[in-house]
T-cell receptor, first 112, second 113 residues
């Protein structure tokens, strides 16, 4: 069964550094998403992406964040200058034309 | 603002003891309500999508139902492997492509053998 994959599974970085989180959505899916989950808190929507552009973003997704689909398979989330409060699990999700979003296993980001 | 409230926050059951998890929601126009299962340190695993009041879906020991204000996840004769956090999320109708999910905090379910 096709799955969303994410790399790396864990990332440790210093405050102020740039990080890029990578995702390979399910093949033939058209809509792509990033969510985050701070430890012990609920899953929060960051951004959705369709047809090579952002279709929706939350208040969390400020100028420090950017997304890109550099080729036909990868979908990336970049955080330009990480802060301590960016420490969280970051989930990528994708969906076909239907409504259901399928999530990847996540990248645990720790900012020191 | 869309809101999702799940109760209880935590639930401990004996193996075989059936129960229900609640998800109350407030949304401007419901496009879909979703149930996911999340194991520790893992991503949400899709269980069900419900679209309209009165709809029901079943999968093994789980059954999800939907009304205009809430959804229930019924678990019948649970087994220890059903232990997980169960997440409820809603998607609202907002323009054309807006479709970020709003999640509740989840119900942490423990099934004791």
């Amino acid at each position: 069964e096709p799955e969303v994959t994410q790399t790396p599974s864990h990332q440790v970085t210093q405050m102020g550094q740039e990080v890029i989180l990578r995702c390979v959505p399910i093949s033939n899916h058209l809509y792509f998403y990033w969510y985050r989950q701070i430890l012990g808190q609920k899953v929060e929507f960051l951004v959705s992406f369709y047809n090579n552009e952002i279709s929706e973003k939350s208040e969390i997704f400020d100028d420090q964040f950017s997304v890109e689909r550099p080729d036909g398979s990868n979908f990336t989330l970049k955080i330009r200058s990480t802060k301590l409060e960016d420490s969280a699990m970051y989930f990528c999700a994708s969906r076909p034309g239907g409504e259901t979003q399928y999530f990847g296993p996540g990248t645990r980001l720790l900012v020191l | 603002e869309d809101q999702v409230t799940q109760s209880p926050e935590a639930l401990r059951l004996q193996e075989g003891e059936s129960s229900s998890l609640n998800c109350s929601y407030t949304v401007s126009g419901l496009r879909g309500l979703f149930w996911y299962r999340q194991d520790p340190g893992k991503g949400p695993e899709f269980l069900f999508t419900l679209y309209s009041a009165g709809e029901e879906k079943e999968k093994e020991r789980l059954k999800a139902t939907l009304t205009k204000k809430e959804s229930f996840l019924h678990i019948t004769a649970p087994k220890p492997e059903d232990s997980a956090t169960y997440l409820c999320a809603v998607q609202a109708y907002v323009g054309g492509g807006a479709d970020g999910l709003t999640f509740g905090k989840g119900t942490h379910l423990i099934i004791q053998p």
